[in-house]
């Protein structure tokens, strides 16, 4: 009896062998659908599966975008140099533009045109008022004589600066010759100031410069500043 109970308390204190592995947990690169929880391990098959049906769509051929038809552009002409072309507009369209790339050439065109444009005018302009020079005094040669004689007063009267934006006009020559032409002899230098009733030279300047002037050729501006010329000498 003594033996008995010897042999179950040391039955008791022995510790319960553990025979099964812990299953590891799924590691969080692992997606779910791919991980076998009771296994604690990755499911080759279903992840093979995936792979071979995601192979499957990129292989697949991708159909073409419909085709853009030359009703589909919607050109945008801000600058107001052309419009939209109709005939252009159809052999873009042929061509396969899309509506991104027809609006870019249309940019690009207006944007090497601009200078052009800018240039042409220039010169159509200087031809013009040239033009009007020789009209009003009466011929080419009596032109070169008093554009000689209104060049050499103006540089001995007036402030350079002037003398240039003047002369970068008809009018503005033309106010020059009136001024060099009025009363006996040659008027006295520009004043400075209008404390005596002259017209302010500052004013002037600002004047000249003004974009009404050179620019815009707007006649009841040019007025004013031919007005103040005159004010402002003899």
């Known amino acids: 009896m003594d033996m008995d109970m010897q042999n179950d308390a040391h039955t008791d204190a022995d510790p ?15 997606p779910v659908k791919f991980w076998d929880a009771k296994s604690g391990t990755i499911r080759v098959e279903a992840l093979l599966k995936s792979y071979l049906e995601l192979e499957r769509r990129l292989s697949a051929p991708v159909p073409p975008p419909p085709p853009v038809q030359a009703a589909d552009y919607r050109i945008e002409c801000a600058h107001g140099l052309f419009q939209p072309d109709a005939e252009i507009n159809e052999k873009l369209a042929a061509a396969g ?10 940019d690009l065109a207006a944007e090497r045109m601009m200078p052009l444009l800018r240039d ?7 031809d013009r008022e040239m033009e009007r020079l020789i009209s009003h005094f009466g011929g080419t040669a009596q ?16 402030p350079a600066p002037l003398v240039q934006a003047l002369a970068s006009t ?3 020559v033309l106010a020059l010759h009136r001024m060099m032409s009025e009363g006996p002899g ?4 520009l004043r400075g100031g209008g ?11 600002r004047m000249v410069a003004d974009p009404r002037y050179w620019r815009d050729r707007d006649p009841g501006f040019i007025a004013q500043v031919t007005d103040g010329f005159r004010r402002a000498y003899g």
């Open 186 to 189: 040659e008027p006295k230098p």
């Open 195 to 205: 404390a005596d009733g002259g017209t302010d030279l500052t004013a002037l300047q």
């Open 120 to 126: 042409m005018a220039g010169e159509f302009e200087a």
């Open 16 to 30: 319960v062998p553990v025979t099964d592995n812990p299953v590891p947990p799924r590691p969080d690169h692992v």
């Open 170 to 172: 008809a009018d503005g």
């Open 97 to 106: 533009f899309t509506v991104e790339q027809a609006q870019l050439l249309y």
């Open 143 to 158: 032109w070169h004589d008093r554009a000689a004689a209104i060049l050499a007063w103006a540089e001995r009267n007036l």
